[in-house]
């Protein structure tokens, strides 16, 4: 379920809660009988309405709020999340996957009225919890964090998003825990240092682990993650890292199939045979390259030497990426098989090389397989909508829109039954949907 107003919603559970406290009754609640996941975003999450979700469906298992507040609440009972409330969740204790949300979409807010003492009293009652995502919790400290971690020895899937006051000590003795982390995102944790991910890195399970922005984080961090043997997904955008880190991953063991490096303005044209020395070039099917201005036409060179089977490749903002790139990309050999076979998704919005003679390298039957493509707005309009209507399958950005679905946001989605999880673990799936080579056919 998508957004729904909040009164709305309280007045549903209303009937719901009444029906359930009459005396004598033999009919099911009139709604949400047996209700075991629920996914909402409202305009506030209340104290109110996390009693009446917790009173009205005590049979859930995953719960999923979200909310965007247009401005900051007016007092801290009636339309904000408090301590109370937080005591409220999970009365009868079978909540496996939560996820509490303040999104910062149109103003810079927080649940400013919750801290320690709140997250202490929750985790009390969510020991069975396998996943939790806390967003906009700035007054909380590693305290309330660790309280969580110690608390669910069951806990697989961890996200943490602007933890303003989430420090090193979090991961201090994860190892004298039983837990078994395979999930974890700590977007926007500047005080995490590269201790705290050493720390962290003695999960061995870590599959998919995303620390964008986290801007204390340099190459000693990658060093530690780069022993891991099962850690598919990495994202690192904004952090400090330099070509070092590259050179860790590059002889790691780690087998990626997704790496972000979006803005790690450290990096120059020597990371990219760094990273592609070892294995992961036989493995890595995302890279995104892109706000790194030192990159240039010679690091897609080396990319397209090394016969990476990517499927996704962004290199977006990037003043010294150029039609040679495209060039080359389009020439790409793969298991003997040319023209740009393996890519599906390419991003050079706004690189600063890319011209008009770049479009006849987007031609039939050079990049068959490809099905996102971001460009400059600027470029020639009639040659771009001549491109749409020679390849239909093609989907054309040229407005700045992100590409894919990685970077719309996935904060509850961790929080989703195992059937809807899938992470974006296969990055060579877009929109849901693999590219058949039938479907490349009838292109062609």
């Known amino acids: 379920m998508g957004f729904i107003p909040l009164q709305m919603l309280l007045a549903l559970l209303a009937v719901a809660i009444e029906s359930r406290q009459r005396i004598g009754y033999v009919k099911a609640p009139v709604f949400f009988p047996s209700l075991q996941k629920l996914r909402l975003t409202v305009e506030f999450i209340t104290d109110d309405l996390i009693g009446s979700i917790s009173t009205a469906l005590p049979l859930l298992t995953h719960l999923d709020l ?7 609440p007016e007092s801290a009972t009636a339309t904000d999340l408090t301590d109370a409330g937080l005591q409220q ?34 985790s009390e009652k969510c020991s069975n919890l396998e996943s939790i995502c806390l967003g906009g919790f700035s007054r909380v400290t590693d305290t ?34 039983s837990l078994c982390l395979t999930h974890v995102s700590l977007r926007w944790c500047t005080l995490l240092t590269d201790v705290g991910i050493e720390r962290l890195s003695f999960n061995k399970d870590l599959n998919v682990l995303d620390l964008k922005d986290c801007k204390s984080l340099g190459d000693e961090a990658v060093r530690a993650l780069s022993c891991l043997p099962r850690l598919r997904k990495l994202v690192l955008d904004g952090t400090v890292i330099t070509n070092q880190a590259m050179e860790y991953l590059g002889a790691g063991v780690c087998p990626l199939a997704s790496l972000s490096l979006r803005g790690c303005y450290k990096l120059t044209n020597d990371c990219i045979p760094l990273l592609l020395a070892g294995s ?14 030192s990159l240039t036409d010679d690091a ?18 990037n003043p010294e990426i150029g039609d040679a790139s495209v060039k080359a990309l389009a020439s790409m050999q793969f298991e003997g098989v040319t023209c740009g076979s393996t890519l599906q998704l390419l991003d050079l919005y706004d ?17 068959p397989r490809l099905r996102w493509l971001g460009l400059k707005g600027s470029l020639n309009r009639i040659m771009v909508d001549a491109l749409v209507l020679t390849r239909p399958f093609l989907r054309l950005a040229c407005g700045g829109e992100e590409l894919g679905t990685p970077y719309r946001d996935t904060s509850g989605e961790w929080c989703r039954h195992e059937d809807d999880d899938s992470e974006d673990l296969e990055p060579w799936q877009l929109d849901g949907e693999p590219v058949s080579d039938a479907e490349t056919t009838n292109e062609e």
């Open 144 to 177: 309330g964090f660790r309280a969580i971690i110690h608390s669910c020895p069951g806990l697989h899937k961890l996200k943490v998003t602007n933890g303003s006051h989430l420090t090193d000590l979090v991961f201090h003795d994860i190892v004298a825990t």
């Open 66 to 72: 979200q909310d965007s507040p247009i401005m900051e």
């Open 351 to 367: 690189c600063g090389g890319i011209t008009l003679l770049a479009m006849k390298w987007f031609k039939k039957p050079l990049f």
């Open 300 to 317: 897609i060179m080396v990319i397209v030497r090394a016969r990476t089977p990517l499927t996704e490749l962004r290199l977006r903002e």
């Open 89 to 122: 969740i999970n009365p009868k204790g079978k909540l496996k996957h939560l996820s509490l949300i303040r999104s910062q979409e149109f103003i810079y807010t927080s649940f400013r009225h919750v801290n320690d003492l709140g997250i202490l009293l929750m």
């Open 280 to 293: 992961v070039k036989e493995s890595l099917h995302a890279l995104d390259l892109s706000r790194i201005p």
